[in-house]
Structure formats: C-alpha cells, structure tokens
Nanobody, 122 residues
C-alpha cells in the first residue's frame, strides 16, 4: 500500500521561498506520475505540477511555472516542490499525489498524502 507523506510547509513572508517534500513509502514505478495539488477552503483542489517518475518529464500549471519547480530524488523516493517568490494567494494546503496518468485532474490520482499547510503573510 502506497503511503505518501508531505513535509516542509509553514509560514513564510511574501517574496520568500519554501521547499515541500513528499516521501513515498514504496519505490514508485518508472511509469508512475507524481503531482502536487493545493486547496483552500471552499475551493476545488487545484493542480500545481507533476512529474513522471522515470523520465523526469514535468508539467506545470501555467500560472505557476515561473515560480515553482518540481523535482524528484529517485534514491530517496522523494518528490519536491520548490516554491519561490511566494504570494499570499499561494497559501493553501498542498497535497502530493501518485497515479499512472499524465494528468492534471485530481480524479486520476489514486494515492494522496495528508497535506501540508503553507501560509504566506503579506
């Protein structure tokens, strides 16, 4: 059973940076796709970025690709999200997810972490 655990969230001032981590309890398959989503109260879960585990191919939400970078460390079964120049509107609970589809739709992901809170002060 895959278990995902996020870490690295916290409080940061606007303009600052954070790096989120997502540890997978099992080694992902090369074909696996891992992704970051975020959610604020009352809103749908929003796609942030994804990476195919084997090839490292990435895909980003257009509005975030200039500030956020997704990466993975195969040896440590860990995915990262480097977030720079954070804005108050980036505040959300950030979730990592694992699936098989190269997709920005939350419904295509089978496994989810519990989420990590990111708060950005203005």
């Amino acid at each position: 059973q895959v278990a995902l655990r996020e870490s690295g969230g916290g409080l940061v001032q606007a303009g600052g940076s954070l790096r989120l981590s997502c540890l997978d309890s099992e080694r992902p398959y090369s074909s696996s796709v891992m992704a970051w989503f975020r959610q604020t109260p009352g809103k749908d879960r929003e796609f942030v970025a994804l990476i195919r585990w084997g090839s490292g191919t990435t895909y980003y939400a257009d509005s975030l690709k200039d500030r956020f970078t997704i990466s993975r460390n195969k040896a440590e079964n860990t995915m990262y999200l480097q977030m720079n120049n954070l804005k108050p509107e980036d505040a959300a609970v950030y979730y990592c997810a694992s699936g098989r589809e190269f997709s920005s739709s939350p419904g295509d992901y089978k496994y989810w972490g519990q989420g990590t809170q990111v708060t950005v002060s203005s």
